[in-house]
């Protein structure tokens, strides 16, 4: 199956209506090694993803209205959050790049502000803490980024995801997909909505075949109240990868 038809059979759940009424459809993905690692010693970046499952993951980006990750991944890989991997990708629609920034490090001359400053990518909006340093909030703005403010948690260490989403809603965002890093993740598998119900509607893990061993950095699930319940969707050979799609349930 082609990377476009494997996304169309797993992306295509509806949400209810009262979901869709409040908040965007979130799917959550990630590459992970055999031994479940998603970076190296330190939060290092590492290429996981074989070019097939690369493509796929760039096709994802096409169906959706952003793309989210959190300043670690933004400082770490310096991303572009494009879809650049895509033949004739100017035909098709490029998400809107997100970064969640509570004290706002991101550098002006990160390559989503320096894209945009070109042209060649579109504005990124970053999610910040009240608190962050006005210095920065004038730098970033200077450089073409739009700040929202968001409520802090966790002793104000990190950002209301359920904020967020109210915010993307109100401005037009239906659908959303999270990239990671590892604090991000971890913050979508654990957040529920006002109900009680998960952000989050679908999980696309992609699987290389390869061991990073114990310095690498996973998802952390520990201090999780409640995961995700899942339903296989289905699971698909890219390449030398092996991406599992599945579809989260409401908590029974």
Known sequence: MSAPGFLHSVLTQPLQPSQCARRPWVTLTYAQSLDARIAGAGGKQLILSGKESMLMTHWMRTMHDGILVGIGTALNDNPQLNTRHVPNNTSLPAPRPIILDPYLRLPPTCKLLTNYAARTGRRPWIFCSPSAPPAQRTLLEKAGAVLFDIPTV??????????????????????????????????????RDTEGRPIVDALIVTVAPTLVGAAGVGVALDGAEKTLTLKHLRTEIMGKDTVVACQVVADA
């Open 154 to 191: 966790l002793n104000g260490n990190g950002l209301d995801i359920q904020a967020m989403l109210d915010v993307l809603h109100e401005k037009g965002i239906k659908s959303l997909m999270v990239e990671g890093g590892q604090r991000v993740i971890s913050s979508f598998y654990a957040a």
